[in-house]
């Protein structure tokens, strides 16, 4: 065991040899030592990273005889074979937690370092300074050269590959401020563009206040279109329209709140952790399922998104508004892609000149998507077109929502002229919205869920993002909207359900929705097609059934403290920004990964923590969305429409992500 370990603390000793070979004075030989990795303690534990001191090793810069001495920080994997971890005794319990921390490994390296050195070897992630005469060459050379020096070494360390991260990624503060000066056409038109978009707000707003205070009309509404006052006071304003279905904003609220602390969870995978041992023990407890079955989150949204543009067109078409499929179409657009185009642009254009750290250039890959397939965003084809990688990852709930929209005018119109036969019609294809996920389930082997051990490569691409899989909760939502415009249409005042009526529905709907959580988790160990293909067919609308039920009782009065909740005040205003904040939490939980110097320890009440905190700075940061890029909108299309149309209100998001508005 000694003969073992030997090497770890030669290899740190090493790095004098390793800056020794390219060159550089005795008198700084300790500020490259002490900004660089050490060997991690905790190895056992799935401690695997060292990131160094990045800041310190940037901020190297000195003269010592004429010749300027520059600090370049590098990453690199040193691979660890299996032996080195054996133990004395190679018992099984070793032997598996060191396939469990191979697994971790290689998910890591892939998502944190964007690298996979091919041969499936654990391996240790280490943050070298080296002087700026180096390359990443000159790194990786000198340590294979010392490491196949190192004596007593065990003959499977000998001659090993060492794995630049990152496509050979080396830093230095020169280079990252060469790149933070150096804007692109684009990058520059896009700071003039949201410049310009915050002049237009101060003079709006400022003509807004002083007509205020000498109580006078703005000569065009175009003016104050941009006022954070007048549309301020929008946002915040509690409406008490008896036509609204009021446990909606709570039910809105909450559900976005699970898809930002579900997606959380996802970061903590995409951050160096010391305990990343801990990760998989923590997914295989039950009680943690309600992160792991998040995904039904966005099924909520699907069944809202239904409900209010069914309940919405009936409730236009009884008051005599004539249709237009034109104008309904180009409503929709016009609300959703002004802030969805605006998170498009930053992405593509300047999100790499808002921080930096050891692993900022993942953010470049980010980008990179986005300069690429921007356009797929815009024409809400990302989920189809392309899907394996996607410009705002979370986006493609808004190309599923928004071809459902593009399509709803064929259920619509039947459903409003011949209700009863388009009933029958929409049961036809509800069943279908079974069979659909249950065929692609089958065909492609999927397992339940992005979790398990099972999970391939075609559960995003071929059933989690795609229409033809997803739009059973949407057509429920639908029904429920139809049936809920009826009831308050032709309401009986004398007809009440009976009370064991409604306790069995209230246990019955949450029966369906416990079920659904806590149900895949025998199936996050035991693989079986079938099974998992019955259940992704069905799972989904059992949740959407719970549901359903739980906003009948609301609306129709039998919901009790749970409808008091549901629909508090407060939740009117939050569900007017959750739209914004599906479209920005997770761009700053990728940033904050990216910009991370030390590791981070998962655990409940860290993951809890920092759910707060994105959920406080992404509730911020949608207000200015909102106030800049939704709430103008909304005047500027009155404006260009000044007449016709039925049009819902804008999508509900979220719209994670009505998202969800990926997770």
């Not at 040193?78 to 005794?89: C, E, N, R």
């Not at 056409?185 to 310009?196: E, P, R, S, V």
């Not at 300069?371 to 990852?393: A, F, M, P, R, S």
Request: hydrophobic share 45%.
């Amino acid at each position: 065991m000694i003969n073992k370990v030997l090497w770890l603390m030669v290899l740190v000793g090493g790095h004098f040899v390793i800056i020794h070979g390219c060159t550089v004075p005795n008198e700084l030989l300790f500020n490259f030592i002490d900004a660089s990795a050490k060997i991690p303690s905790a190895i056992l534990s799935g401690n695997l990273i060292d990131m160094g001191a990045f800041d310190q090793c940037l901020a190297l810069d000195q003269r010592i005889n004429g010749t300027r001495y520059r600090g370049r920080y590098c990453m690199v994997k040193v691979p660890l074979p299996d032996s080195i971890l054996g133990g004395m005794d190679g018992t099984k319990a070793q032997e598996s937690r060191i396939q469990m921390l191979n697994e971790e490994s290689e998910l890591t390296n892939r998502i944190v370092a964007n690298t996979n050195d091919g041969t499936g070897t654990l391996g240790l992630l280490l943050g070298w300074c080296v002087p700026d005469s180096c390359s990443i060459e000159n790194v990786t050379h000198n340590i294979v050269d010392l490491i196949d020096k190192i004596p007593l070494l065990p003959e499977s360390f000998k001659n090993i590959t060492i794995f630049p991260l990152m496509g050979g990624l080396c830093q230095t503060q020169e280079e990252i401020d060469k790149e933070a000066s150096n804007f692109s056409t684009a990058d520059l038109g896009t700071i003039g563009f949201l410049g310009a978009i915050l002049g237009i707000m101060i003079f709006s707003t400022i003509y807004d206040v002083v007509l205020r205070y000498q109580n006078k009309k703005p000569a065009h509404i175009l003016l104050i279109a941009f006022s954070v006052r007048t549309n301020g006071e929008k946002l915040l304003a509690i409406s008490n329209n008896p036509n609204q279905i009021s446990c909606l904003h709570g039910i809105r609220c909450l559900s976005m709140a699970w898809i930002i602390y579900s997606h959380r969870f996802l970061t903590f995978l995409s951050e160096p952790l010391m305990n990343m041992i801990d990760l998989e023990p923590w997914r295989d407890r039950p009680e943690n399922m309600y992160v792991m079955s998040a995904t039904v989150s966005v099924d909520t949204f699907f069944v809202l998104s239904g409900l209010l543009v069914a309940y919405a067109f009936l409730q236009a078409k009884a008051k005599g508004v004539k249709f237009n499929v034109f104008l309904f179409w180009i409503h929709r657009y016009i609300r959703l892609t002004p802030a969805f185009g605006v998170m498009i642009l930053i992405n593509a254009t300047i999100i790499t000149y808002l921080g930096s750290g050891p692993f900022w250039s993942l953010l470049a890959s980010l980008k990179t998507t986005c300069v690429e397939k921007w356009w797929h965003n815009l024409l809400y084809i990302q989920n189809y077109y392309e899907n394996d990688t996607i410009c705002l990852g979370q986006s493609w709930y808004l190309a599923v929502d928004t071809q459902l929209f593009f399509l709803s005018p064929l259920i619509l119109i039947p459903l409003w002229r011949w209700p009863k036969r388009t009933m029958y019609g929409l049961i036809a294809l509800l069943i279908g919205s079974i069979i659909s996920p249950f065929v692609v389930t089958y065909h492609y082997d999927i397992a339940t869920s992005m979790a398990t051990e099972q999970t391939n490569v075609f559960y995003q691409t071929k059933y989690y993002y795609v229409t033809h899989t997803r739009f059973g909760p949407w057509l429920m939502g639908i029904m429920l909207g139809y049936y809920i415009f009826i009831l308050k249409k032709d309401k009986d005042p004398n007809y009440t359900l009976h009370p064991s009526q409604v306790t069995a529905g209230w246990l019955v709907s949450l029966t369906l929705l416990l079920t659904v959580l806590f149900a895949p988790y025998n199936a996050m160990f035991v693989h079986d097609r079938i099974a998992d293909a019955f259940f992704n067919g069905l799972h989904r609308h059992a949740w959407s059934l719970g549901l359903c039920w739980i906003i009948y009782a609301c609306t129709e009065g039998y919901g009790g403290p749970i409808n008091a909740f549901l629909s508090w005040a407060p939740f009117q205003v939050l569900g007017r920004l959750t739209y914004a904040m599906y479209l920005v939490h997770m761009n700053l939980q990728y940033q904050m990964a990216a910009e991370l110097r030390t590791l981070t320890y998962f655990s409940d009440f860290n993951m809890a923590y920092q759910f707060w905190g994105d959920f406080c700075v992404t509730l911020a940061l949608s207000v200015c969305l909102s106030l800049s890029f939704e709430s103008p909108m909304l005047i500027l299309e009155k404006v260009i429409f000044k007449t016709g149309g039925v049009a819902p209100k804008k999508p509900i998001l979220p719209t994670h992500e009505s998202i969800s508005k990926n997770n």
